[in-house]
């Protein structure tokens, strides 16, 4: 039986996600991006919603790995790359900017 892939982060480029991809695949941990040449199959700009996923038994691993990495990252300065799962689930809605009145 195969098993059941689930979304462990998102990325609004297929470069950061196949970084990502490379990173787990590095820890032993066979992840697959999805949503990267969706654009160029229908002609419309590129969807900012690319996926990595990976096998449900290695999911909670993967997020570990990645959510570990962000940190080192964001402790050196740079920015953070992709959303989790849980982050975008808890991601309050945008306010709008208040209209400026005009002089």
């Not at 820890?27 to 991006?33: H, K, L, R």
């Not at 969807?47 to 570990?64: K, N, W």
């Amino acid at each position: 039986m195969k098993e059941k892939l689930v979304a462990v982060a998102h990325f609004d480029n297929s470069i950061d996600a196949d970084l990502a991809r490379q990173l787990l695949a590095d820890e032993g941990i066979q992840a697959f991006v999805t949503g990267q040449h969706t654009g160029i199959l229908w002609g419309t700009p590129l969807i900012d919603d690319i996926e990595l996923q990976t096998p449900e038994s290695q999911a909670d691993e993967a997020r570990q790995i990645l959510e570990a990495h962000e940190q080192e990252k964001l402790d050196r300065g740079e920015d953070a790359k992709f959303e989790s799962e849980e982050d975008l689930e808890d991601e309050p809605e945008p306010e709008e900017a208040p209209d400026e009145e005009q002089e």
